[in-house]
């Protein structure tokens, strides 16, 4: 069991004037599961190698229970890492791959073995310990990866984009399988992806990163209903908030034609800002389309998945053409073509033109 935490953590490739990490102070507490999330290049995965000593921390320092391990070499850090590629030995069985750092630490044969089934149980391995890598699927590769790094009973469990790799059915199963481990190991696990929607299934918490630089950590639901900028509110969720830029006219929001309703914290918060020009944001399944008031715009697009369907609207706005998502019922009569009028019926969301939220 472990707390873990980044110091100003920056980490900067030679040749590089801008670091990869910038300044990330971050703390997971003790049987946590963390999910580091943003698009590439946001730094998740140099982060996390940070943390696994793979990559040097240049300013700042990283600690583990306390302890500076900024200068600790990877294998006396005693965490355990799945990477996305799940590096098994072909020519090895499950079991020996699984037990092969037991192994390493030349822990008796009897023990080893007891050790790998144990944790073969867990996963539901068991009858496949003695096959080889080839002979498996990708989620049970998938399980014989997290299976080596159970067996070593370390303090923290690190994984890198762990099922980019598998399609996108056995991907929700396995996130299931993966969550339901972590909570009843109970071991202190950050988890890198670029996915938002298995960050949001699965972590406790979840720290979303932009251009190296922590932007919100928090619970899933915090961030989805209160973004701290307008990028997390971009980035968070799907389909996508709805957003644009927006003008003030005489003291009122404008989107095209409608006009935004606020909260009246919202509002009040508009009044002490001296700015003309904002953000706005609206979720699609807090909209609704009516036959008149609201917003009048053209269908272009309708998405049926079954139990929901996303309306796409196209409407003008500051003269130009704009395109605005509505969540609805599965089972819709609106076709492409139809012209239809949405309306605001849930939160929303106005960012300053720094990008922070207003309210």
Known sequence: MAEVTYKSASRIYPGSEIPAVNALDLEITDGELLVLVGPSGSGKSTALRMLAGLEFVDEGSILINGKDVTLTPPQDRD?????????????????????????????????????????????????????????????QRQRVAMGRAIVRSPQVFLMDEPLSNLDAKLRVQTRTELADLQARL????????????????????VAVLKDG??????????????????????????????LFDIDRVDGQLRLGSMTVPLSASTDAALESTSGTSFGFGVRPEHMTLTT?????????????????????????HRGSDETIVVRTDGETAIDRGDFVNVTISGPTHVFAESGERIG
Do not use: C, W
Request: proline share 5%; glycine share 8%; net charge negative.
């Open 213 to 242: 630089i922590l932007q919100q950590a928090d619970r899933p639901r915090t961030l989805y209903s209160e973004p701290k900028n307008r990028f997390v509110a971009g980035f968070i969720g799907s389909p996508a908030m709805n």
């Open 79 to 139: 965490i355990a890492m799945v990477f996305q590629n799940y590096a098994l030995y072909p020519g090895m069985t499950v079991a020996e791959n699984m037990g092969f750092a037991l192994k390493q630490q030349k822990v008796p044969k009897e023990e080893r073995r007891r050790q790998v089934e144990e944790a073969a149980r867990i996963l539901d391995l068991t009858e496949y310990l003695d096959r080889k890598p080839k002979n498996l699927s990708g989620g």
């Open 292 to 316: 008149e008031g609201g917003l009048p715009g053209e269908v272009i697009v309708v998405e049926e998945l079954g139990s929901e369907a996303f309306i796409h609207v196209k409407f003008e």
């Open 186 to 205: 109970g071991v202190t696990t950050v988890y890198v992806t670029h996915d938002q929607v298995e960050a949001m299934t699965m972590g406790h918490r």
